[in-house]
């Protein structure tokens, strides 16, 4: 019986730690994001932003919104367009969020994550499609935007790897393509050494082999 309740004494006490630990967690995790200050912009749409709000840390953040139909027709090929701002007040990154579309009177809600470093205000607004800037050369990178026209000053929208573009590489069938020009590439690479090369080269590895290498086959 006294070991019983020894046993339910200690799993009273692990659970209970862990019951504080994500207590203690979350609260953690709720003090470092800091809220943002911002503005909407009216651009004179049939779609509406409401309900915003904003947090952020050091290092990323998000944002909520509430996007809104106020006409009586389907609304689409609508965009939200939220400038991020640092806490000197420049602009440190933009996110474009495709609405989709909204029925008539109807709304979407919207949280929208992202990184960016001090980040303290921001900027939204709905715009265009027409008003969205060519995104062909722009590729995300864990979260980050990065512009392949000017990349440290230097234009990469036409390098490739293995014969893929940058711009694709980061798609499935990208990953697909390069994985069999790179293996092509190896293989005709590997062909055309003669067998003499293969000769010269594992001489040479076992020369410089350890002592007792594979269980002592090699002296």
């Known amino acids: ?4 309740k020894t046993f339910l004494l200690y799993l009273l006490g692990i659970v209970g730690f862990f019951v504080l630990s994500l207590i203690l967690e979350d609260a953690l995790i709720g003090n470092m994001y800091k809220k943002m200050d911002g503005n909407i912009q009216d651009n004179g749409y049939a779609i509406v932003v409401e309900g915003v709000s904003g ?5 990323n953040g998000y944002m909520k919104f509430r996007l809104s139909n106020i006409s009586s027709s389907v609304q689409n090929n609508y965009y939200a ?3 991020l701002y ?3 007040g420049l602009l440190a990154a933009t996110k474009y969020v495709n609405i989709g579309e909204i029925e008539p009177n109807g709304y979407k809600d919207y949280n929208v994550k992202f990184k960016g470093t001090q980040l303290k205000g921001y900027n939204i607004a709905v715009i265009s ?3 969205v800037p060519d995104k062909t050369n722009i590729i995300n990178l864990f979260g980050w935007e990065i512009d392949l026209t000017d990349v440290f000053g230097m234009d990469l929208s036409n390098t490739t ?3 893929v573009k940058l711009t694709d590489l980061f798609s499935w069938n990208g990953i ?3 994985a069999a020009n790179g293996w092509n590439i190896f293989f005709n690479f590997a062909s055309s050494i003669p067998w003499w090369g293969y000769a010269i080269g594992a001489g040479i590895v076992l020369w ?4 007792k290498f594979l269980f002592g086959i090699f002296p």
Do not use: H, L
């Open 55 to 59: 947090r952020a840390t050091n290092v």
């Open 129 to 131: 499609e027409s008003e």
């Open 208 to 211: 410089y082999m350890p002592s």
């Open 176 to 178: 697909v393509n390069a």
């Open 86 to 88: 640092s806490k000197q």
């Open 81 to 83: 367009k939220i400038d």
């Open 1 to 4: 019986m006294s070991r019983m």
């Open 161 to 163: 790897i293995f014969g």
